[in-house]
């Protein structure tokens, strides 16, 4: 093992280190318009529609819809819809909320 000793300097400076971590949050809409919805519906289950990218926090974001949903479970009928970040990077996390509005512009609740 090597002795490290010789190298203090009994004359040098105590150095004073810090450092920051910073959280920030941007608050963005986007909508993503489905145009003659009922020629979609029937791509088949696991196949998705996808919006364009926007930009949010320094990534790019997409919106995944899938009309006839992202996987088959017997006896489901069901939509999904996803947010999925398109850019590279990690540690991003992203609190978003989706609304599905029907062709009148109302929330739609319950299924399409």
Known sequence: ME?????????????????TSRTYTEKVSHSFEISGYSMVKGIGVGK??????????????????YPDGKE???????????????????????LFKLELLDQNSRVKRGGI
């Open 3 to 19: 002795d490290f000793s010789r190298l203090k300097n009994p004359k040098s400076p105590s150095v004073s280190l810090s450092s």
């Open 48 to 65: 998705h529609i996808a919006s364009d990218s926007f930009m949010v926090g320094g990534h790019l974001w997409a919106i995944y819809f």
């Open 72 to 94: 088959f479970k017997i006896g489901d009928t069901c939509i999904s819809c996803f947010i999925a970040r398109v850019s590279e990077g990690e540690g991003v996390r992203a």
